[in-house]
């Protein structure tokens, strides 16, 4: 009736569960009438398949269902899905502060909360990639250093921009939020940092939607 396999982001064994051992949400499409007792979905009627344990929700996993009209193998290989969320919903709060300060020309405040968003999102972003390095307590030096090992040899130029991006934050942060030097940025500079961390938020909470 049901098969499925839970894979690790840490390396650990993977499980596999067959027929009654199987557990996992699966969200019929609008419209369908599920009043019947014996209700059973035909594949089509089906909206998506995932994990529903909260110990299992940062695993990807396999799973093959038999429905009314035949079997369907639904999979979803992003690892660290529920972490990452848990950090966007952070980011989200410090990229519109950063948006407000940016429009009211508050640029130290900008500077402190643009580094907050930008190295949330590089971590983020080394989650969705089971970078081992940045699960736990980690400090400003490990992200810094793992994001910029990840894209340092990288031909995209979004993902050169976003680097960039990053370590001229984490550069000049300090003088912004401890009055540590002289800043000399413009505004168009400053724009071109939020848009780049904009792009960045937007491309990472899609890429923790995909289930298939």
């Not at 400053?190 to 491309?203: Q, T």
Request: with cysteine; aromatic share 10%.
């Amino acid at each position: 009736m049901a098969a499925q396999a839970i894979f690790f982001p840490d390396g650990r064994p993977h499980i596999v569960r067959l027929n009654e051992e199987v557990s996992a949400e699966v969200k019929v499409k609008k419209g369908i009438d599920t009043s019947s007792p014996n209700f059973w979905a035909n594949i089509d009627e089906v909206e998506h398949v995932k994990l529903n344990e909260k110990e299992f929700l940062n695993c990807g996993h396999s799973t093959l269902i038999l429905f009314k009209d035949g079997y369907q193998l639904s999979f979803d290989f992003q690892y660290n899905k529920q972490l990452s969320n848990e950090h966007l919903a952070v980011t989200e709060e410090f990229l519109k502060v950063s948006k407000y300060a940016l429009e009211g020309n508050l640029v130290y405040a900008f500077l402190d909360n643009a580094f907050s968003t930008i190295e949330l999102l590089a971590k983020t972003n080394l989650f969705l990639e089971t970078n081992r390095s940045v699960l736990g307590t980690t400090n400003h030096n490990t992200i810094k250093s793992e994001f910029n090992k990840r894209f340092k040899n990288s031909q995209n130029d979004f993902e050169a921009e976003r680097r960039e991006a990053f370590n001229k934050l984490s550069n000049i942060r300090a003088k912004a939020r401890y009055l540590e030097g002289q800043i000399n940025i413009d505004k168009t500079d400053l724009a071109s940092i939020f848009e780049i961390i904009d792009k960045m938020f937007l491309e990472l909470s899609n890429r923790t939607k995909i289930n298939l």
